[in-house]
């Protein structure tokens, strides 16, 4: 290609750029809205004194493991939480596949854990979550009904 084959190339495409631009500042700004416009502003939450932001930061923390008779992780073992002294369980979860739970209650309360599982002994725990205090890690051994192994 020629000199005057490259500047017509250049000069063509400076002109497709001058156009595209003169486009872009021929634009007008969108037209404000009518006076009588209901006018939709997000307002800021209100920051109230002594408040926390997480709601989670009071609760107390209940994990642990679940093993089989052999200690080997025992997933999909069903726990229920309920507080001391009440007939209703509130909480319920299941463990995951290394036989662990991990399960937030209020803080300040006692609470009872029942673990469950069909054709084993329910083992039940009593929980003192009224000081706040790092519980630890629980660790519950499933046994067969009846003290039978399987």
Do not use: C
């Not at 408040?51 to 997933?75: W, Y």
């Not at 369980?89 to 991990?102: K, L, Q, V």
């Amino acid at each position: 290609m020629g000199r005057m084959g490259r500047i017509s190339i250049l000069g063509s495409m400076a002109v497709a750029l001058m156009a595209g631009a003169s486009l872009a500042w021929s634009q007008e700004p969108a037209p404000p809205p009518p006076p009588n416009a209901p006018q939709t502003t997000v307002a800021a939450p209100a920051s109230q004194p002594g408040k926390k932001k997480s709601s989670h930061a009071n609760d107390f923390l209940i994990r642990g493991t679940v093993f089989t008779e052999q200690a080997l992780s025992f997933p999909g073992v069903q726990l229920r939480i309920r507080r001391a002294g009440e007939k209703k369980f509130r909480w319920e979860t299941y463990t995951d596949s290394r036989g662990e739970f991990a399960v937030r209650v209020p803080q300040g309360s006692n609470y009872e854990l029942v673990i469950h599982l069909k054709g084993f002994a329910e083992q039940t725990r009593a929980i003192d979550a009224t000081s706040g205090d790092y519980l630890g890690s629980l660790v519950f051994r499933m046994m067969p009904e009846g003290g039978n192994k399987k």
